[in-house]
């Protein structure tokens, strides 16, 4: 047998093989899975290039693994049981890191995603909305989806067809935040997939192209267009059915154990971080003191500016209040009715308003309005880390 094989079948080969095979799935685990930072924080940068390059890493650690196993199971360098343990543990790693978020935990429902009329919903035997169940609710062209929240915290992710455009809604409940978005970028279509979480928001990325994208920003990692975003708000089952009687529901309750494991899970987490004022992941160095941290608050974003107004605010201004942000004429209504608010733009055939009543459907004295994009009820913390410029009308 040459030297050259003798060293390969050795006892060191065998342990820095599965030394390696150790680093790579520990380094999946610490960097790409988001329960380890709790405990580890790495560089944005650091997680986005991780991901670009995890089927390498993943790769080389299985080869490593396989090897490492191989010979030292043949030539009975290390015990069985160590062997084992050892295996054991770096599945658990490299599953958690490279595999679990996307594929266990969180599959998208981008393209399966099963609506069923309100009827359906109050009158199934097993499963059932209670008035009070909040739901992002998403209207175009008078047809309107509803999305419960509980049955948006696994996957995040679901799509249908609504007033003939294809729409996602994504869903991160560290930030509180639903985002109704259009799957395409550079005239692309995408395939959403969620990644992690950065800063207690969610990270997707296009099964496509393997782009990272930041919930919030809506836009691939590094780049500047972002897909388009459609009104969305949040309100009561109660509501939903009064204002949208034909509407359809997202009908996605947890029946069998693994997905009551992962909803718990998420639940537990999701408590956690209403209970506590600090995020429940760490990963956040600087707070905005304006508001308490876990305060919610409306966010618009236009012409290059950023505005977050209180939920009080608008209450308190009578509830309906006329702005400005970027130079888009806006106006913010508080419906105690229905307990929600929403936006529209306070202009009709290019006059510029002022409105000083408003129904749900955007109706006003001088003419229908059409409903303008607002993040609701996001956590005030996220926010103002992911836009640190913003202004604030508060009490």
């Known amino acids: 047998m040459s030297i050259g094989l003798n060293w390969l079948l050795s006892r060191r080969f065998a342990a820095i093989c599965l030394l390696l095979a150790m680093i790579i799935a520990l380094a999946g685990f610490s960097i790409l899975a988001d329960l380890s930072q709790w405990i580890i924080q790495v560089p944005r940068r650091v997680t986005i290039v991780t991901f670009g390059i995890r089927f390498e890493l993943m790769f080389t650690g299985i080869v490593m693994m396989v090897a490492g196993y191989w010979i030292a199971r043949r030539s009975q360098f290390f015990s069985r049981r160590f062997l084992n343990w050892w295996a054991g543990i770096f599945i658990f790693l490299f599953v958690s890191g490279y595999l679990n978020a996307t594929y266990f935990m969180f599959p998208s429902q981008q393209y399966s995603a099963r609506f069923v009329s309100i009827e359906a919903i109050s009158n199934s035997p097993v499963v059932a909305l209670s008035d009070t169940d909040e739901m992002f609710v998403v209207e175009i062209n008078g047809d309107a989806r509803a999305y419960p929240l509980e049955w948006m915290m696994r996957p995040h992710i679901a799509g249908d067809i609504i007033g003939g455009e294809e729409v996602a809604l994504t869903y991160c409940s560290l930030s509180h935040l639903g985002m109704a978005v259009t799957p395409e970028l550079n005239g692309e279509k995408l395939k959403l997939r969620l990644m992690t979480q950065l800063q207690n928001n969610l990270v997707m990325f296009d099964a496509v192209t393997e782009k990272p994208i930041q919930q919030i920003w809506a836009r691939f990692e590094g780049e500047q267009e972002r897909m388009k975003e459609w009104p969305t708000r949040i309100m009561s089952f109660a509501a939903f059915r009064e204002l949208y009687p034909d509407g359809l529901v997202l009908f996605n309750p947890a029946f069998n ?107 006003t004295e001088s003419g229908q309005l059409e409903r303008a994009v607002m993040a609701n009820e996001v956590f005030w913390f996220v926010w103002s880390t992911f836009y640190p410029d913003t202004s604030l009308l508060d009490n």
């Open 257 to 363: 154990p693994w997905d009551k494991l992962v909803r718990w899970m998420v639940y537990t987490v999701v408590s956690y971080q209403h209970a506590i004022e600090a995020p429940v992941f760490p990963t956040i160095e600087q707070f905005d003191t304006r508001l308490p941290n876990k305060a919610y608050v409306y966010g618009l974003r236009f012409g290059g500016q950023q505005l977050a107004v209180t939920p009080d605010y608008i209450r308190k201004q009578g509830g309906v209040i006329n702005i400005e942000v970027g130079g888009t004429p806006i106006v913010l209504a508080w419906f105690d009715n229905f307990g929600y608010a929403d936006a529209f733009y306070r202009s009709i055939d290019g006059e510029v308003i002022d409105v000083t009543a408003i129904d749900p459907y955007g109706m």
